[in-house]
């Protein structure tokens, strides 16, 4: 079992940055994959950006490549999304997800909203 909080959401004006955070117990979190999702008000909600157990590997979607950044810190527990040059189109919950094998954790989701 593994709990996941994410925080980190704020209002930011266009072309600004956040750091999102998502905080994990229960569990080793070198043990899953992390991914972060997103959903916009009425859209389904879609992956935005991935990274392997160790922290080698990672993925970003098309839409946020060069701008997102995805971390880990797992002696800490923690995963990580640095979001820069941020658009209104960016504007969605957050979700960290945690997955390892048919298991897989959700967060309850930080809000960003992008706007002047």
């Known amino acids: 079992q593994v709990q996941l909080v994410e925080s980190g959401g704020a209002l930011v004006a266009p072309g600004g940055s956040l750091r999102l955070s998502c905080a994990a117990s229960g569990s080793a979190l070198s043990e899953f994959i992390l991914t972060w999702y997103r959903q916009a008000p009425g859209k389904e909600r879609e992956w935005v950006a991935v990274i392997g157990r160790t922290g080698v590997y990672k993925n970003y979607a098309e839409s946020v490549k060069g701008r997102f950044t995805i971390s880990r810190d797992n002696d800490k527990h923690y995963g990580y999304l640095d979001l820069v040059s941020l658009q209104p189109e960016d504007t969605a919950a957050y979700y960290c997800?945690?997955?390892?094998?048919?298991?897989?954790?959700w967060g309850q989701g930080t809000q960003v909203t992008v706007s002047s």
């Open positions: 997800n945690a997955k390892k094998g048919a298991l897989q954790y």
